[in-house]
């Protein structure tokens, strides 16, 4: 069945869901198959698949030892563009689903919820091709040992090249007639696996120092000083790359700033920001940020919130507040749960077709803004023939103060004009079939969007947003912990029983110190202790003291690969080094600080090798080579004279601070710690920041 043949993807989800599966077979009966008990949307998805899809478990895998057959397993998640084309192309096709189905156990995995497979066998797929990408379809034996990876892949060939439906011939032939061929390929991809895993480790100490400036001069080498960002198309955002460089101002100089600052006002004059609803989808398809992959997802928002406002602080453009704001509009508006906590991203299809839901025709326009449609359409270059297919992406190819100076306009009518069509052209577009909204709640996604949030709400003044980032946290800490504690990985209609990973416990507890920093509340910072607790007992190798990604009472994967780096999510280890690293100097607990050095023991070779991999980890050295700056507030914490001194720390790009709360039984002050020096504790703000604008 084509599900968006006669319904879109978010309606025929919701149809599923409210099915009576109680007096379903186990096997899902005729019309189902196993994944519609499933809570994952993707899984849902292809629940109708005339596939024979099973879940993760063992269930699948005593079939397939029981009758001797491999395994296909194909890892995606819900809003993949990618994923819906193979899906409908051969996973709802009956020719290739009597082909898996005689020769294959199949399985479908949802990345998100099991990103503990998908690191696995990402680091398989690139280990046999050099790359990887979703969806991801790995052949393997009963035992989870891989011999074939491929991506995307049609269903018949063509151009000398085969689809689909030969490889699936050819692998069962070579199954049941070669099996020394399929050992022998299982044997070199975990000698492989366990040969890249040692070159991570280095014995040496690494000179941080020269790996930061070959991390500067590589950034520098594949900036694109034109259109802001790095390489070429497809171009990805890269928050992390901009935090980073927005970091080294010290070092690099403003260069460094104004890299991450042109690079953020070209993403946010571009298509691939939202000009109407707010937000950032995914990625460019081409390096001028005007053609998106149209799908938006949490962490995308919560990173490129969090650089904007890191941003905001070293430079006080009002351009970065307002790209902050934006974010958090359209993330509350759209992704907020009525309980608090945030979903994970929005579908790039709509209808079936990617990007519909954003795409415009001049004569629609002009018929919902009527008189203002002309200089609406000036300012955004929209034209007839339009800028995509015939259609038209909104961009804003002009800054409004220049066009207003160029065609002699008042700025402040122009402005307001203009925000009336985008409210009008906004109210017009929620008319249409929308994309389906991926309503799982991800602990470490969620995690990422509490500390933007809270970071935002002490660097701007905005105690709105402290509240909101207030209520997910209380939501995950109370709907996503099992009884005894444990953190668990997702929740949709009911928590998931997959246990949380060393993101997910680093995330949120970074998030709950963010949320301590900026109300001062006792309570988030005694939720991030607990957790550091929990997180050191669950996945630190008590002999080495290295960190694994997944925790020691859960499933484990074949092998270790601790394919752990900075991507369009920050690193794990690196996030769990920078939580100790803060604790240690809140709490006064050195011990710490060697928790935090041994959380990057076991990558130090990539390190060097590949430092645009670890931005994180190289932030993370630097900052133990040297004390931070503590703020230490002592006395009421709750009264207005300390939410002001508190604003007025966040107001200053004071780096690597700390923030420490004494909660005595005495009138409120605050003692200044810079390295080498403390200064006399103090009581206003006019005091504090005589002592700031002189030392930082």
Known sequence: MNMTSSLDTAAYVATLTVIDKTTLPADGGERF?????????????????????????????????SENLPILLSIGYATCHWCHVMAHESFEDGEVAALLNR?????????????DIDDFYMAVS?????SGGWPLNIFMTPEKRPFMAITYLPKRG???????????????????QRPDMIEKNCQGIMEALDNSRKIRTNESALDITAISEKALQTLKRIYDPTNGGFGGAPKFPMPIYLSWLIGQRETGGEETVGMALHSLRKMRSGGIWDQLGGGVHRYSVDQFWLAPHFEKMLYDQAMLARVATEAFRVTGEPFCRDMTE???TFVVRELQTVEGAFCSALDADSEG?????YLWDKREIDACLGSDTERFCHYHAVTDEGNFEGATILTVPVVLDEYCLHHRLNSDETYELLERCRAKLLKRREERIRPLRDDKIITSWNGLMISALATAAATFNKPEYADCAARAATCITTRLRRNDGRVLRCYLNGASDVPGFLEDYAFLAGGMLDLFEATLDQNWLAEARILAGNLLDLFRDPDSGEFTLIGHDAEQMPARVSSDHDGVTPSALARTAHLLYRLAWIDDRPELLDSARSALNGIQGDIELNPLGHLGAL?????????PTTATFSGDTGCPEAVALNAALHNHAIKNLIIRSEKQPIPLTLSLCVPGTCYPAVTTVDELNRILQKQL
């Not at 690139?126 to 050099?130: A, C, P, V």
């Not at 932030?619 to 004390?627: F, G, R």
């Open 619 to 627: 932030q993370l050295l630097t900052q133990l080579a040297s004390e």
């Open 33 to 65: 198959n196993r994944l519609i008990f499933a809570r994952s949307p993707y899984l849902m998805q292809h629940a109708e698949n005339p596939v024979n899809w099973y879940e993760w478990g063992e269930d699948a895998f005593n079939r397939a030892r």
């Open 103 to 115: 020769h294959f156990v199949c399985i479908k995995v949802d990345r998100e919820e099991r990103p």
């Open 326 to 328: 934006d974010i958090f």
């Open 158 to 176: 063509g151009r000398g090249m085969g689809g689909l439906m030969e490889l699936l011939a050819n692998i069962a032939a070579l199954w049941r």
């Open 353 to 357: 077709v990617e990007g519909k839901f």
């Open 126 to 130: 690139q280990t046999l091709t050099g």
